[in-house]
């Protein structure tokens, strides 16, 4: 006996979010394919998959921290499930990310010798900043542009020709250098009110994905910036609501790879001088335009440029009655747009002999989940298993892979086995 139901998943660049649980993407269109892992049976059209499930999957009781139950006859408490939730809304699957497949992105990773240019750091996040820091030095004119290139591979090329570059094109050089790296960077329309600050309405912005901090992080390659409250980065949301709501007292601006860290009161801070422009500083004017917030839910910028028209915009009283695009308003702005992705949704139930284990994700080019058990080397393993943890304390550790070998966030599950 089977109980079938229908989820959606999209498919382009490995992107997999089945409901509930996560296959391997499956290519091509207007074909049928039928992939089987274990007793999940998926047929998949376009991008409709038809999962069915053994009889009774949908009734299992997912497992809490601090739950005690008789496992195989010895008696098992759950210390710990630390884990990232699969979120698939109307925001999380309007995004497009760009393809592992895209020769364009090899290409940027090669020429530019991007892996070099981040070797230096320790960790993912280490990695990330440094990369800001080169997107942000590759401008040599700032001011109105004096070429109609976009793109990352076309705009460093101009550069190159001693053409004129402003925010937008510093988004389009980071977003796709990130996406090369196997990284997942989103571009950012923001727009300041009317009756705040001066010059400039518009700037352009990015949020990239950090395992590391398991959130989404403000990066803006213009001022090679990034901002931290108590030592945590922050979204482009959480950054708004300290400016304007809590005028920035907690926060810290840290600036280029060398991580020189300003508070409000520091500001304005020379970031360069251009001539034909002046002066660029990072002050108000660079902070501002986050009243509102445009999340543009395309990074393939190389190909198909921003989706504007898909564009969802966080917007309220901050803004006052400046009129700006009109376009989908989070309800929750907190967290619509903050979906997770790159993770390995845990769910904990209890089976025969053992606790089941599945695993979800909404992770672009995925290829693999992989696994570890008390600390040990970390192996491939598919989306459901049955673990059978020892006597004592146990510990497992499961993350996601993309295509590019770059893992994603750990979940983490502790048990303890009555002796």
Not at 18 to 35: D, E, I, T
Not at 231 to 236: C, H, K
Request: charged content about 25%; some cysteine; aromatic content about 10%.
């Amino acid at each position: 006996m089977f109980a079938v139901g229908v989820v959606r998943i999209l498919t382009v660049g490995g992107f997999v979010r089945p409901g509930g649980v996560s296959f391997p993407a499956v290519r091509g269109r207007g074909r049928l394919h039928r992939v089987t892992h274990r007793r999940h049976i998926t047929t998949v059209i376009g991008c409709l998959v038809f999962l069915a499930l053994p009889a009774g999957a949908a009734a299992l009781v997912a497992l809490r921290a601090g739950d005690e139950l008789t496992v195989a006859g010895q008696w098992v408490v759950v210390r710990k499930i630390d884990t990232l939730p699969l979120v698939d809304s109307d925001y999380s699957r309007r995004f497009r990310f760009d393809s592992f497949e895209n020769p364009k992105l090899k290409q940027l990773r090669e020429r530019y010798k991007l892996d070099a240019v981040v070797a230096a750091g320790t960790t993912e996040f280490d990695k990330q900043v440094l990369l800001l820091d080169w997107a942000n030095r590759q401008f040599k004119k700032f001011g109105k542009p004096s070429s109609k290139a976009r793109g990352a591979i076309d705009v460093l090329a101009a550069i190159d020709d001693g053409h004129t570059f402003f925010c937008q094109h510093y988004a389009d050089v980071l977003v796709s250098a990130a996406a090369s790296l196997g990284w997942y960077d989103r571009p950012l329309a923001l727009r300041r009110p009317d009756h705040v600050g001066k010059g400039s309405t518009e700037h352009t912005s990015t949020e990239m994905w950090s395992s590391v901090h398991r959130k989404w992080v403000m990066m803006d390659p213009t001022f090679a910036m990034y901002a931290e409250k108590a030592g945590v980065p922050l979204s482009a949301y959480e950054l708004r609501q300290e400016w304007f709501l809590r005028d920035a007292k907690d926060v810290t601006f840290v600036v280029g790879k060398e991580r020189t860290r300003y508070r409000k009161s520091d500001l304005p801070v020379l970031r360069g001088h251009y001539p034909g422009f002046g002066d660029l500083h990072l002050d108000a004017s660079a902070i501002t335009p986050y009243a509102f917030i445009g999340y543009i839910p395309s990074t393939d910028l190389m190909d198909r440029g921003p989706d504007y028209a898909k564009m969802l915009i966080t917007q309220d009283a901050i803004g006052g009655g400046t009129k700006w695009h009109k376009r989908d308003i989070p309800k929750d702005p907190a967290t619509d747009p903050y979906f997770p992705i790159h993770q390995a949704a845990v769910t904990l139930s209890k089976a025969d002999g053992g606790l089941r284990v599945s695993l979800a994700t909404l992770t672009p080019n995925f290829k693999a989940y992989e696994a570890r058990v008390n600390g040990g080397e970390w192996k491939p393993t598919p989306p459901e298993w049955t673990w059978t943890p020892h006597a004592g304390p146990n510990k497992l550790e499961v993350r996601a892979v993309n295509q590019f070998g770059v893992p994603g966030a750990v979940s983490t599950v502790e048990v303890d086995v009555a002796k």
